[in-house]
């Protein structure tokens, strides 16, 4: 496939066009539908959020907000309501300026999450980024469990051209993060990209596996910054909140990575793991090639989301 | 943890639902929009949920209920049927050719979804079943995905056809076919690549494949974690090639599997398979009777009902309730009680049934151990005369010491038995209301839920 080189708004809008679709023309017809504010008009915005994976919890914090701030406007309009309802969205999912400060100094960056959400994958985008930002980047293996995952790993990491350090599957993956500490120190890198295995999140010995990989980190690497990204599939459902959470658990989580976000999936559960977890939303993926990991924007992500045209810039 | 969440609020709503005789449109609408927040939490697409909705509240309205049930109990009743019946009431198998015709199977399915690993544990189910499998690698895209099929399918001890990355994933897989007709394979599983279901070219890779190769079985890998967007991607799926069967991976996690039942009601196919676990062996048969109890998140508690219902003789159940309550509870009552808990199957299969136990695992209790150690108890009871089964205030030293002597157990068991009956009848004095009978119809045993 020939992809043209596109700006970030470009990208997302290409990879939203059928998560717009869904969710505007929803919203559009709710909007344009009702000629008064009414617990029917509620229900179905209700509706519509929870259609895009945001959840039930986080789709009832938005619509008492929504409904707080129509009452204290004095607002009448059912189209009035849908400038609030974004603002209110964008407002909740807004990224803090400080929270890529990994790539400014000497960093580990340690990436975990569940099966098959593409921890591998952005971890190549990753290393990708970095090194065409002129930073010296070391990758760890570490997972040392499934099948050949070293060499799709390695085979990224010679796309980015940057150096991997691994193991034989099955050797300890502690033991694999311990020497590519060892190997950034000694080749002066300025970040060390951390691939784990995939882990279901209510499996203990493995969730007891990341604590030690986070222990050895924190020993052997104390002067580093730390940023711990939980890579989330943007197809997930509910269960992404339970994976934040006991992720949460074994390792201070700084940013999630939202995956696939290319498909027709909403990726709603962003909003939901912000407004009960309040880990931001970093990264956000959007094909399979090394070019389609961006920032996370809240502005353009919610407009996209709600076919906003105006204020359209490339990044 | 989501389990406990969805069964204590049920629990919330229904015993608002109590002491009624006929299911109302408002039990069954309060009860139902409970249910409704339910599977939304559990994933199900909001549509199917709808849908599904509308037929459950058509069946209860006026519903007699049934005898032993409260009405909320009545209502899971038939939103459990209901949801069993959506999910295809029975397992079903991959339908393979006989003999030594060759049955081609091909996988497809979303990015990550489990599709490689899934090849592999099919290959190694057909193998252990007398068929001779050749798995095909024709996932040229994604990173060492062929070298990743390879490992798998030498575990398993079954060959793997790869022709590089280099090559049309169609000729790849004509050529596998082929391979497996010269060298008497009989069955052919394609791996294929990853792709978006509105990627439109990857999806005409497919499509040519099964045109070009003659597909027998297509079968859909999806993960059990998908949100509202599996709808679209079963459906298109379904369009675009075809599928016959779905096979659900990660369910060893703590999803409820909600797409279970969105996949199910779009696609109609059944779910062949689950996915437990990393390990090769970890595939497992679908039961859609317990995907229901998970969706539901109710533990299996419909059976629980079933079984105390047929195993509980309504008058016993009665004068034992009275005598807890006035705790008149002797050994004649635990051994009876014991008795029951037996015919319910055991201790450790009515905490599989629990909600919320039901999900975890519990090397805690040792279930040889336990049923152990009822026999035990029994046994000390048996070796108590008829009297101080009923009157345990009788038991002096002396007594103690033949009973334990006729058990063939040391003392101090006894006395550790004799305390533990008397701190349990302390607790039932001080909460009859967990016995539920007040409220139930004729003051029968109801179960704590």
Known sequence: MSEEKKGFFGRLVAGLTKTRETIVSGIDSIFSGFSSIDEDFYEEIEEILIMGDLGVNATEQIIETLKAKVKEKKIKEPSDCKQLLIDSIKEQMQVEEAAYRFEEELSVVLVIGVNGVGKTTTVGKLAGKLKSQGKKVVIAAADTFRAAAGEQLLEWANRAGVEMIGGQEGADPASVIYDAISAAKSRKADVLLCDTAGRLHNKKNLMEELKKINRIIDKEFSQAYRETLVVLDGTTGQNALSQARQFGEVADLTGIVLTKMDGTAKGGIAVAIQSELSIPVKYIGVGETIDDLQKFDANDYVNALFDVKEDREGA | ?449
Not at chain 2, 43 to 64: C, M
Not at chain 2, 254 to 269: F, N, W
Not at chain 2, 418 to 438: D, L, S, T, Y
Request: glycine share 10%.
């Open chain 2, 1 to 449: 943890m989501a389990f406990e969440n969805l069964s204590e609020k049920l629990q919330n709503v229904f015993k608002n639902l109590r002491s009624k005789g006929r299911l109302t449109e408002e039990d069954v609408k309060a009860a139902l929009k409970e249910v409704k927040m339910a599977l939304l939490e559990a994933d199900v697409n909001f549509k199917v949920v709808k849908q599904f909705i509308k037929t459950v509240q058509e069946r209860a309205i006026g519903q007699d209920v049934m005898n032993g049930l409260n009405p909320g109990q009545m209502v899971i009743k038939i939103v459990n049927e209901e949801m069993i019946a959506l999910m295809g009431s029975e397992t079903t198998e991959i339908a393979l050719k006989p003999g030594s015709e060759v049955t081609v199977i091909m996988m497809a399915g979303l990015q990550g979804a489990g599709k490689t690993t899934t090849t592999a544990k099919i290959a190694g189910k057909l193998k252990q079943k007398g068929k001779k499998p050749l798995l095909a690698a024709c996932d040229v895209y994604r990173p060492a995905a062929i070298d990743q099929l390879k490992i798998n399918g030498e575990k398993q001890g079954v060959e793997v056809f790869s022709m590089g990355d280099k090559q049309n994933p169609v000729d790849i897989a004509k050529g596998a076919v082929e391979h497996a007709k010269k060298n008497g394979y009989n069955v052919v599983i394609i791996d294929t690549a990853g792709r978006l279901h509105i990627d439109e070219d990857m999806m005409a890779e497919l499509a040519a494949i099964k045109e070009q190769v003659e597909v027998h079985q297509t079968i859909l890998v999806v993960d059990s974690m998908t949100g509202q967007d599996a709808v679209n991607v079963a459906n298109l799926f379904q369009e675009k090639i075809g599928i016959d069967g779905v096979v659900l991976t990660k369910l060893d996690g703590d999803t409820r599997g909600g797409a279970a039942l969105s996949i199910r009601a779009v696609t109609g196919r059944p779910i062949l398979y689950i996915g437990m676990g990393e390990k090769l062996s970890d595939l497992e048969q679908f039961y859609p009777d317990r995907m229901a109890s998970r969706i539901l998140g109710m533990g299996d508690v419909l059976t629980m009902i079933e079984k105390a219902q047929e195993a509980i003789d309504e008058d016993e159940a009665r004068k034992l309730e009275q005598k807890m309550k006035k705790a008149e509870f002797d050994f004649e009552d635990y051994l009876s009680s014991m008795g029951q808990m037996k015919k319910m199957g055991g201790l450790t299969s009515i905490m599989g049934m629990m909600p919320g136990l039901s999900g975890m695992k519990m090397p805690e209790i040792d279930e040889a151990q336990a049923e152990k150690g009822m026999k035990r108890t029994e046994s000390i009871i048996y070796s108590m005369t008829p009297e101080e089964r009923r009157n345990p205030s009788l038991l002096n030293p002396s007594r103690k010491k033949r009973i334990a002597d006729g058990a063939g157990v040391d003392i101090a068991e006894v006395n550790r038995l004799v305390k533990q009956f008397e701190q349990a009848r302390k607790m039932m004095k001080q909460i009859p209301g967990m016995m539920g009978g007040k409220r139930g119809k004729k003051g029968r045993f109801n179960l704590p839920f």
